[in-house]
């Protein structure tokens, strides 16, 4: 579904939150020229047909410096007014950055980190309670409900944002496969329902098929988890081969106008 076109750009940012509803996940638009601004008026229009669970983190990152949140030192927000809860979080953001600093250098990315405790959202953003990240424009939010609260979630999410960061928005909405997205944010993501099983391992291979946002994300949860446990292995041996330090420059050689083959060729 990731063909060229306003509209499936903008949709493919929906829906990446979408999958973040079921599980925990990330996504959407960011570092943005005029072309892509005016590109953004005009996805104003799908807004409107927009479910509104996609409309809600749309919104919430677009607003969220209105949304009567508190900031914390380190510049993330949250509706959690307890000071222990709130020196929590920001230990979770540093371990999640300091892991994927260890893994693949340090983090340049940072978006707006957002934390909330219902389940439900915050505010009137009705909201997955794990890990939801969007780039809207230049913006980029990475929203951590409460069961997204540990470092797998958050530096899961991170990821997502890093990646974009070095590709660029465009590049990422319209070359990157979401099998690569998911499986680098998975690098950094130890959760163990997600580990390969040897029998698994031999087919893995074809989540290479799954390129776009629906063709790794619109099947039933058990094949979503198979899905990341792919994604994670197959992007984890091909580390192998061209080295965890050289993830940056790639992403970074393709926003200076390299493809995704040219550009991740081992
Ligand atoms: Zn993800």
Known sequence: MQNSGVASLFSSALYNQTHHALFNGSHALSAMSKKLFSLMLALGLCLLAAPARAFDYVSACLFIDSAGLHPMPDGSLTDVDAEADQQHLMQLTRDARARIE???????ARPIVVFFKGRDGFGKYHLNPYGNTQFIGSRACVMIGPEGQNVDVVAHELMHAELNHRAGT????LQIPTWFDEGLAMQVDYRPRYRISAEAMKDADGI???RSYDAFFSHD???VVEHYTAARYVVGQWLEKVGQRSVYDRLQRMSQGESFHEAMEE
């Open 102 to 108: 260890a893994t693949f250098g340090a983090p340049e």
């Open 170 to 173: 465009l590049k990422r909405a």
């Open 221 to 223: 949860p058990k094949t």
């Open 208 to 210: 290479r098929e799954c």
